[in-house]
């Protein structure tokens, strides 16, 4: 059977070559006849492995030294806690700006441990936009400010990173991780689920400025304490050890394609095919206001449930899989990650026009 053309908003489709490497791989791993899946995570090869994605990471995202790359289990959502336990610890205070339903856990898991409040929500409008908020709005003595950078279900993403003075800012980065470049030394800490851009589920990176640890609270549990990780190079107990060496051959991919420069303009150009075919339609419309539009979730709608519903099937049949929209917004959304060529956005606007030409 023939690939379809995966646009899940996670886990989503991982770039075809990786998935060649790691079939060709998987009985007999550079000679050591064993596949990743079954060497222990205190080998010398597998330590091989978790440093080589290690240095990968670091030289891609141009990551300081003065920050320490965790690879974690518990997903993006473990780390909603783990970060209050963790960071809320000076004034027992921090300010969440709540973009989308990522953004919302986060804050009500942090209201669980001290004084969490929402300086600004775009509640109001469906997430269709990023609030805008200055410093001087910032609770000065907050331990941190906490936004979610890309918001996977609504499609909005935070084209600059917001000024928060001397509050270390800490950003949920799970569907844009390797996007596009970012500057890691404007964050205290990024992380996300690796399933969006980055590996299969069930790996969940952190980077975190080293000043940061080591002030968590007493209460913390030992899995949930950063510092025990970045003491023990993310082997203080069995990290995912396969999802990690995937995560290596997608850093490897991403490196002899360019990098994250050649990335980020890969994935303009696929964003820029279908904004330009919804704005131009007179069937599909965007649903967010264009200044906050995602490289990387695109959600869009037609003015009947009728007529969404039969697109879905119809693009399902035509092997264009998971387009069916967030159930909190409804429509479709095209999730147009790192691993989505070029020509499968081409062939699906091009299904999209022909849908309209057909039904209107
Ligand atoms: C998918 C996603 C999450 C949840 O990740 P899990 O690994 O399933 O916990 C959190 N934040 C964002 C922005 C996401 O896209």
Redesign the pocket.
Known sequence: MARVYNFS??PSMLPEEVLKKAAAEMLDYEGSGQSVMEMSHRSKVYDKIIKDAEALLRELMNIPDNYKVLFLQG????QFAAIPLNFMNKNNKADYIITGQ?AKKAFAEAQKYGEARAVASSADKTFSYIPKVSKEEFTPDADYVYI?M???IYGTVYHEIPDTGDIPLIA?I??CFLSEPLDVSKFAMVY??A??NVAP?GL?ICIIREDMLGNARDITPTMLDYKIHADNDSLYNTPPCYTIYICKLVLEWLKDLGGLEAMKERNEKKAKILYDFLDNSKMFRGTVVKEDRSLMNVPFVTDSEELNAKFIKEATEAGFVNLKGHRTVGGMRASIYNAMPVEGVEKLVAFMKDFEEANS
């Open positions: 908003a996670g997903g993006a959502s473990t990522w979610c890309n918001n996977t949920d799970s569907s996300g689920g399933q969006k589920a969940t």
